[in-house]
Protein backbone atom coordinates (compact mmCIF):
# COMPACT_ATOMS: atom_id res chain seq x y z
CA UNK A 1 0.00 0.00 0.00
CA UNK A 2 2.77 2.48 1.20
CA UNK A 3 4.59 2.02 -2.34
CA UNK A 4 1.82 2.48 -4.57
CA UNK A 5 1.24 5.88 -2.89
CA UNK A 6 4.89 6.67 -3.00
CA UNK A 7 4.84 5.81 -6.20
CA UNK A 8 1.69 7.47 -7.37
CA UNK A 9 2.89 11.04 -5.63
CA UNK A 10 6.37 10.38 -7.22
CA UNK A 11 5.71 9.96 -10.88
CA UNK A 12 2.84 12.97 -10.73
CA UNK A 13 6.24 15.21 -9.09
CA UNK A 14 8.03 13.98 -11.55
CA UNK A 15 5.60 14.64 -14.48
CA UNK A 16 5.12 18.35 -12.97
CA UNK A 17 8.63 18.64 -12.57
CA UNK A 18 9.39 18.23 -16.33
CA UNK A 19 6.03 20.02 -17.06
CA UNK A 20 7.18 23.07 -15.23
CA UNK A 21 10.87 23.28 -16.94
CA UNK A 22 9.57 22.61 -19.83
CA UNK A 23 6.92 25.28 -19.27
CA UNK A 24 9.76 28.22 -18.28
CA UNK A 25 11.52 27.12 -21.54
CA UNK A 26 8.34 28.03 -23.55
CA UNK A 27 8.06 30.91 -21.78
CA UNK A 28 12.01 32.07 -22.35
CA UNK A 29 11.87 31.39 -26.38
CA UNK A 30 8.34 33.82 -26.22
CA UNK A 31 9.96 36.26 -24.84
CA UNK A 32 11.23 38.39 -27.57
CA UNK A 33 14.81 39.58 -28.50
CA UNK A 34 15.05 43.07 -27.66
CA UNK A 35 16.49 45.42 -30.31
CA UNK A 36 17.31 48.76 -29.98
CA UNK A 37 16.05 51.35 -32.62
CA UNK A 38 17.96 52.67 -35.06
CA UNK A 39 16.31 56.00 -34.15
CA UNK A 40 17.01 55.73 -30.68
CA UNK A 41 17.49 59.10 -28.90
CA UNK A 42 18.46 58.32 -25.11
CA UNK A 43 16.30 60.44 -23.00
CA UNK A 44 16.06 58.70 -19.42
CA UNK A 45 18.03 60.21 -17.01
CA UNK A 46 19.44 57.38 -14.64
CA UNK A 47 20.88 57.16 -11.24
CA UNK A 48 23.03 53.95 -10.78
CA UNK A 49 23.04 52.79 -7.11
CA UNK A 50 25.73 50.67 -6.64
CA UNK A 51 25.58 49.21 -2.48
CA UNK A 52 29.50 47.93 -1.72
CA UNK A 53 30.88 46.08 1.57
CA UNK A 54 34.14 44.41 1.54
CA UNK A 55 34.19 45.08 -2.33
CA UNK A 56 37.91 46.42 -2.79
CA UNK A 57 38.82 43.58 -4.91
CA UNK A 58 36.05 44.84 -7.46
CA UNK A 59 35.09 48.27 -6.52
CA UNK A 60 38.06 49.79 -9.27
CA UNK A 61 36.64 47.46 -12.21
CA UNK A 62 33.17 48.44 -11.38
CA UNK A 63 33.34 51.87 -11.47
CA UNK A 64 35.76 51.65 -14.52
CA UNK A 65 32.57 49.67 -16.79
CA UNK A 66 29.99 52.11 -15.31
CA UNK A 67 31.93 55.57 -15.93
CA UNK A 68 32.61 54.06 -19.92
CA UNK A 69 28.86 53.44 -20.55
CA UNK A 70 27.73 54.34 -23.90
CA UNK A 71 25.00 56.65 -23.06
CA UNK A 72 25.05 60.57 -22.92
CA UNK A 73 27.28 61.75 -19.66
CA UNK A 74 25.25 64.21 -18.25
CA UNK A 75 22.02 61.58 -18.65
CA UNK A 76 23.20 59.37 -15.97
CA UNK A 77 24.79 59.41 -12.26
CA UNK A 78 26.50 56.49 -10.41
CA UNK A 79 25.59 56.74 -6.28
CA UNK A 80 27.50 54.34 -4.71
CA UNK A 81 27.10 53.23 -1.41
CA UNK A 82 29.70 51.83 1.07
CA UNK A 83 28.08 49.67 4.09
CA UNK A 84 30.56 50.20 6.65
CA UNK A 85 33.01 48.43 4.84
CA UNK A 86 36.13 46.95 6.61
CA UNK A 87 38.64 47.20 3.41
CA UNK A 88 40.17 49.67 1.54
CA UNK A 89 36.49 49.86 -0.32
CA UNK A 90 36.24 53.31 -0.31
CA UNK A 91 39.60 54.62 -0.20
CA UNK A 92 40.80 52.61 -3.88
CA UNK A 93 36.80 54.03 -5.25
CA UNK A 94 37.83 57.61 -3.73
CA UNK A 95 41.91 57.43 -5.69
CA UNK A 96 40.37 55.83 -8.80
CA UNK A 97 37.69 58.93 -9.27
CA UNK A 98 40.18 61.73 -8.19
CA UNK A 99 43.30 60.05 -10.73
CA UNK A 100 39.65 59.83 -13.23
CA UNK A 101 38.51 63.60 -13.22
CA UNK A 102 38.27 63.47 -16.81
CA UNK A 103 35.74 60.86 -17.05
CA UNK A 104 33.58 63.48 -15.20
CA UNK A 105 31.10 65.68 -16.73
CA UNK A 106 32.08 69.53 -16.69
CA UNK A 107 28.40 70.35 -16.72
CA UNK A 108 28.18 68.77 -13.83
CA UNK A 109 29.96 70.23 -10.92
CA UNK A 110 29.01 67.92 -8.13
CA UNK A 111 30.52 65.09 -10.47
CA UNK A 112 28.26 62.23 -11.58
CA UNK A 113 29.56 60.00 -8.51
CA UNK A 114 28.51 60.29 -5.21
CA UNK A 115 29.83 58.09 -2.41
CA UNK A 116 27.67 57.71 0.96
CA UNK A 117 28.82 56.15 3.48
CA UNK A 118 25.78 53.66 5.50
CA UNK A 119 25.96 55.33 9.04
CA UNK A 120 26.85 52.85 11.78
CA UNK A 121 23.57 52.83 13.46
CA UNK A 122 22.08 52.25 10.62
CA UNK A 123 24.48 49.43 9.29
CA UNK A 124 23.58 47.17 12.41
CA UNK A 125 20.84 45.18 12.61
CA UNK A 126 18.05 46.43 14.77
CA UNK A 127 14.34 45.81 16.09
CA UNK A 128 12.80 43.25 13.85
CA UNK A 129 15.98 44.07 11.10
CA UNK A 130 17.93 40.35 10.24
CA UNK A 131 20.40 42.59 8.70
CA UNK A 132 20.72 46.36 9.06
CA UNK A 133 22.70 46.25 5.00
CA UNK A 134 21.87 45.95 1.82
CA UNK A 135 17.80 47.49 2.21
CA UNK A 136 19.33 50.38 3.98
CA UNK A 137 22.10 51.22 1.38
CA UNK A 138 19.51 50.99 -1.60
CA UNK A 139 17.14 53.20 0.61
CA UNK A 140 19.75 55.77 1.09
CA UNK A 141 20.98 55.79 -2.40
CA UNK A 142 17.74 56.52 -4.23
CA UNK A 143 16.72 59.33 -1.40
CA UNK A 144 20.08 60.77 -3.03
CA UNK A 145 19.25 60.22 -6.37
CA UNK A 146 18.87 63.29 -8.54
CA UNK A 147 17.35 60.75 -11.76
CA UNK A 148 14.63 59.37 -12.65
CA UNK A 149 15.16 55.61 -13.43
CA UNK A 150 16.53 53.62 -10.59
CA UNK A 151 18.86 51.18 -11.96
CA UNK A 152 20.65 48.76 -9.11
CA UNK A 153 23.65 46.81 -9.71
CA UNK A 154 26.10 45.10 -7.17
CA UNK A 155 29.65 46.38 -6.94
CA UNK A 156 31.47 42.85 -8.30
CA UNK A 157 29.86 43.29 -11.44
CA UNK A 158 30.97 44.24 -14.63
CA UNK A 159 28.85 46.25 -17.28
CA UNK A 160 28.92 46.20 -21.33
CA UNK A 161 29.17 49.67 -22.43
CA UNK A 162 25.78 48.95 -23.96
CA UNK A 163 24.30 48.16 -20.78
CA UNK A 164 22.25 52.05 -19.86
CA UNK A 165 21.38 52.15 -23.72
CA UNK A 166 19.76 49.07 -23.62
CA UNK A 167 17.90 49.41 -20.58
CA UNK A 168 16.79 53.06 -21.36
CA UNK A 169 15.89 52.07 -24.53
CA UNK A 170 13.75 49.38 -23.63
CA UNK A 171 12.28 51.68 -21.01
CA UNK A 172 11.41 54.97 -23.56
CA UNK A 173 9.59 52.27 -26.22
CA UNK A 174 7.69 50.01 -23.41
CA UNK A 175 7.36 52.25 -20.39
CA UNK A 176 7.44 49.46 -17.81
CA UNK A 177 6.65 49.87 -13.97
CA UNK A 178 9.62 47.53 -13.49
CA UNK A 179 12.61 46.30 -15.84
CA UNK A 180 14.48 43.05 -14.96
CA UNK A 181 17.60 41.88 -17.00
CA UNK A 182 19.70 39.78 -17.28
CA UNK A 183 22.37 38.43 -15.07
CA UNK A 184 25.49 36.01 -15.65
CA UNK A 185 28.16 34.23 -13.72
CA UNK A 186 31.96 35.20 -15.17
CA UNK A 187 33.53 32.03 -16.74
CA UNK A 188 35.06 30.11 -13.84
CA UNK A 189 36.84 26.21 -14.18
CA UNK A 190 36.08 23.59 -11.90
CA UNK A 191 32.71 21.56 -11.55
CA UNK A 192 31.36 23.18 -8.74
CA UNK A 193 31.72 26.90 -10.84
CA UNK A 194 30.07 25.01 -13.90
CA UNK A 195 27.34 23.50 -11.17
CA UNK A 196 26.68 27.34 -10.15
CA UNK A 197 26.91 28.61 -13.68
CA UNK A 198 24.24 26.19 -15.02
CA UNK A 199 22.03 27.03 -12.00
CA UNK A 200 21.96 30.43 -12.32
CA UNK A 201 21.35 30.29 -16.03
CA UNK A 202 18.28 28.46 -15.00
CA UNK A 203 17.00 31.25 -12.45
CA UNK A 204 17.28 33.73 -15.50
CA UNK A 205 15.47 31.13 -18.11
CA UNK A 206 12.88 30.79 -15.01
CA UNK A 207 12.42 35.20 -14.23
CA UNK A 208 11.94 35.25 -18.20
CA UNK A 209 9.33 32.97 -18.25
CA UNK A 210 7.77 34.36 -14.82
CA UNK A 211 6.98 37.85 -16.27
CA UNK A 212 6.33 36.73 -19.37
CA UNK A 213 2.90 34.76 -18.04
CA UNK A 214 2.89 36.12 -14.98
CA UNK A 215 3.34 33.02 -13.13
CA UNK A 216 5.61 34.74 -10.34
CA UNK A 217 7.66 37.23 -9.21
CA UNK A 218 11.31 36.75 -10.18
CA UNK A 219 14.15 38.96 -10.75
CA UNK A 220 18.02 39.95 -9.49
CA UNK A 221 19.06 43.29 -7.99
CA UNK A 222 22.30 42.92 -9.61
CA UNK A 223 20.55 43.86 -12.78
CA UNK A 224 17.25 46.00 -11.98
CA UNK A 225 15.18 49.06 -13.16
CA UNK A 226 12.49 51.32 -11.83
CA UNK A 227 11.26 54.44 -11.44
CA UNK A 228 12.10 56.60 -8.65
CA UNK A 229 9.04 57.59 -7.95
CA UNK A 230 7.50 54.04 -7.67
CA UNK A 231 9.81 53.04 -4.80
CA UNK A 232 8.53 55.87 -2.95
CA UNK A 233 4.72 55.07 -4.07
CA UNK A 234 4.97 51.71 -2.71
CA UNK A 235 7.35 52.76 0.53
CA UNK A 236 10.25 51.20 -0.19
CA UNK A 237 11.35 47.94 1.54
CA UNK A 238 9.16 49.38 4.49
CA UNK A 239 7.73 45.85 6.10
CA UNK A 240 10.53 43.39 4.84
CA UNK A 241 13.86 44.58 6.60
CA UNK A 242 12.91 41.70 8.86
CA UNK A 243 14.24 39.36 5.84
CA UNK A 244 17.73 38.79 5.11
CA UNK A 245 17.49 39.03 1.13
CA UNK A 246 14.77 40.25 -0.73
CA UNK A 247 15.26 43.80 -2.40
CA UNK A 248 14.19 42.89 -5.67
CA UNK A 249 11.88 39.47 -5.66
CA UNK A 250 10.08 40.97 -2.72
CA UNK A 251 10.24 44.92 -3.89
CA UNK A 252 8.76 43.52 -7.06
CA UNK A 253 6.00 41.23 -5.55
CA UNK A 254 5.20 44.83 -3.61
CA UNK A 255 4.49 46.64 -6.89
CA UNK A 256 2.55 43.85 -8.07
CA UNK A 257 0.51 43.62 -5.43
CA UNK A 258 -0.52 47.49 -4.66
CA UNK A 259 -0.23 48.27 -8.47
CA UNK A 260 -2.07 45.31 -10.03
CA UNK A 261 -1.40 46.56 -13.51
CA UNK A 262 2.09 47.83 -13.63
CA UNK A 263 3.98 46.40 -16.48
CA UNK A 264 6.73 44.23 -15.22
CA UNK A 265 9.05 42.79 -17.75
CA UNK A 266 12.09 41.03 -18.59
CA UNK A 267 14.73 42.69 -21.01
CA UNK A 268 16.40 39.78 -22.77
CA UNK A 269 19.34 41.32 -24.91
CA UNK A 270 22.97 40.24 -23.94
CA UNK A 271 23.60 43.93 -24.60
CA UNK A 272 22.20 44.31 -21.45
CA UNK A 273 23.40 41.57 -19.69
CA UNK A 274 25.92 41.66 -16.15
CA UNK A 275 28.13 39.45 -15.43
CA UNK A 276 29.07 38.90 -11.58
CA UNK A 277 31.31 36.47 -9.82
CA UNK A 278 30.06 33.23 -8.40
CA UNK A 279 30.84 32.47 -4.54
CA UNK A 280 34.41 30.92 -4.16
CA UNK A 281 33.56 28.12 -1.67
CA UNK A 282 30.89 25.72 -0.99
CA UNK A 283 30.33 27.18 2.14
CA UNK A 284 29.26 30.57 0.82
CA UNK A 285 27.70 29.25 -1.47
CA UNK A 286 25.58 27.67 0.89
CA UNK A 287 24.96 30.31 3.05
CA UNK A 288 24.24 32.87 -0.01
CA UNK A 289 21.14 30.08 -1.42
CA UNK A 290 19.68 30.20 1.86
CA UNK A 291 19.72 33.62 2.02
CA UNK A 292 17.75 33.54 -0.85
CA UNK A 293 15.46 31.05 -0.25
CA UNK A 294 14.61 32.35 3.56
CA UNK A 295 12.09 35.06 1.61
CA UNK A 296 10.84 32.47 -0.02
CA UNK A 297 7.78 32.04 3.04
CA UNK A 298 7.66 35.81 2.64
CA UNK A 299 5.82 35.46 -1.02
CA UNK A 300 1.77 36.21 -0.49
CA UNK A 301 2.08 34.86 -4.24
CA UNK A 302 0.24 31.68 -3.95
CA UNK A 303 1.70 29.84 -7.15
CA UNK A 304 4.85 30.58 -6.26
CA UNK A 305 4.70 29.21 -3.31
CA UNK A 306 3.30 26.00 -4.97
CA UNK A 307 6.02 25.76 -7.35
CA UNK A 308 8.53 25.80 -5.17
CA UNK A 309 6.99 23.66 -2.74
CA UNK A 310 6.08 20.58 -5.18
CA UNK A 311 9.52 21.37 -6.84
CA UNK A 312 11.33 20.46 -3.29
CA UNK A 313 8.91 17.85 -3.10
CA UNK A 314 10.01 16.25 -6.16
CA UNK A 315 13.62 16.37 -5.07
CA UNK A 316 13.31 14.99 -2.15
CA UNK A 317 11.19 12.38 -3.29
CA UNK A 318 14.00 11.14 -5.63
CA UNK A 319 16.77 11.59 -2.24
CA UNK A 320 13.79 9.08 -0.34
CA UNK A 321 14.24 6.40 -3.08
CA UNK A 322 17.89 6.61 -2.94
CA UNK A 323 17.47 5.57 0.61
CA UNK A 324 14.74 3.07 0.01
CA UNK A 325 17.43 1.32 -2.31
CA UNK A 326 19.43 0.77 0.70
CA UNK A 327 16.83 -1.24 2.72
CA UNK A 328 14.25 -2.51 0.47
CA UNK A 329 14.38 -4.94 -2.50
CA UNK A 330 16.36 -2.89 -5.38
CA UNK A 331 13.96 -4.36 -8.09
CA UNK A 332 11.33 -2.67 -6.59
CA UNK A 333 12.21 0.88 -5.98
CA UNK A 334 14.33 0.49 -8.90
CA UNK A 335 12.51 1.01 -12.01
CA UNK A 336 10.65 3.96 -10.08
CA UNK A 337 14.06 5.94 -9.49
CA UNK A 338 14.95 5.70 -12.99
CA UNK A 339 11.79 7.29 -14.47
CA UNK A 340 12.05 9.86 -12.01
CA UNK A 341 15.60 10.50 -12.49
CA UNK A 342 15.07 10.32 -16.38
CA UNK A 343 12.37 12.84 -16.50
CA UNK A 344 14.61 14.90 -14.77
CA UNK A 345 17.26 14.50 -17.09
CA UNK A 346 15.34 14.74 -19.85
CA UNK A 347 13.79 18.45 -18.99
CA UNK A 348 17.03 19.50 -17.16
CA UNK A 349 18.89 19.26 -20.20
CA UNK A 350 16.25 20.36 -22.46
CA UNK A 351 16.30 23.61 -19.62
CA UNK A 352 19.56 24.54 -19.33
CA UNK A 353 20.63 23.71 -22.94
CA UNK A 354 18.20 26.37 -23.99
CA UNK A 355 19.97 29.21 -21.33
CA UNK A 356 23.27 28.05 -21.88
CA UNK A 357 23.34 28.46 -25.84
CA UNK A 358 21.87 31.75 -25.54
CA UNK A 359 24.71 33.11 -23.11
CA UNK A 360 27.48 31.58 -24.47
CA UNK A 361 28.13 29.17 -21.70
CA UNK A 362 27.46 25.01 -23.85
CA UNK A 363 31.41 24.50 -22.71
CA UNK A 364 30.03 23.87 -19.46
CA UNK A 365 27.08 20.97 -20.25
CA UNK A 366 29.57 18.18 -20.21
CA UNK A 367 29.92 18.21 -16.74
CA UNK A 368 25.93 18.52 -16.53
CA UNK A 369 25.57 14.98 -15.30
CA UNK A 370 27.72 15.18 -12.14
CA UNK A 371 25.95 18.67 -11.19
CA UNK A 372 22.90 17.05 -11.23
CA UNK A 373 23.10 14.93 -8.48
CA UNK A 374 24.35 17.96 -6.74
CA UNK A 375 21.39 19.49 -7.80
CA UNK A 376 19.35 17.42 -6.46
CA UNK A 377 20.98 17.55 -3.44
CA UNK A 378 21.28 21.13 -3.36
CA UNK A 379 17.66 21.66 -3.43
CA UNK A 380 16.68 19.41 -0.56
CA UNK A 381 19.43 20.96 1.95
CA UNK A 382 18.55 24.53 0.90
CA UNK A 383 15.64 24.17 1.27
CA UNK A 384 15.24 23.05 4.63
CA UNK A 385 17.77 24.92 6.07
CA UNK A 386 16.14 28.05 4.61
CA UNK A 387 13.12 27.39 6.92
CA UNK A 388 15.61 27.61 10.38
CA UNK A 389 14.35 31.67 10.82
CA UNK A 390 16.61 31.62 13.52
CA UNK A 391 19.76 30.12 11.79
CA UNK A 392 22.39 32.72 12.03
CA UNK A 393 25.43 32.77 9.35
CA UNK A 394 28.28 35.31 8.68
CA UNK A 395 27.62 37.45 5.38
CA UNK A 396 30.68 39.78 4.01
CA UNK A 397 31.76 39.70 7.93
CA UNK A 398 28.20 40.55 9.51
CA UNK A 399 26.15 37.65 11.50
CA UNK A 400 22.88 37.98 10.38
CA UNK A 401 19.73 35.76 10.43
Known amino acids: MFFTIFTTIALVLA ?16 TPEFKLLQNF ?18 IVACLQGLLAQNYPKHLFEIVLIDDQSEDETVNLATAFLTANKQLQHPDNPDGRVQIIKIPADLAKPSGNQSSGGKKNALTLGIAAAKYHLIVTTDADCQHP ?32 MAFQTLDFIGLMLTTAASLKFNIGNMCNGANLAYPRHLFNAVGGFEGQHHLASGDDMLLM ?47 RNLRIQVILTLVWLFNFSIVAGMFALLTVNRHVWMPVLALQFALKLLADTVFLYTGAAYFNRKKLLWQFLPAQIMHIFYIVVVGVAANFKSLPFVWKGRKIR
Not at 169 to 183: D, E, K, R, S
Request: hydrophobic fraction near 40%.
Open 15 to 30: FFYAGILLWYVYGWVK
Open 41 to 58: EPQTTISIIVPARNEAAN
Open 161 to 192: PTWLQYIAGFYQQYQPQMIAAPVVFKPQKGLF
Open 253 to 299: EKIRQQQPKAKLLFLKAKQATVQTNPTPNLKQFFWQRVRWASKTTAY
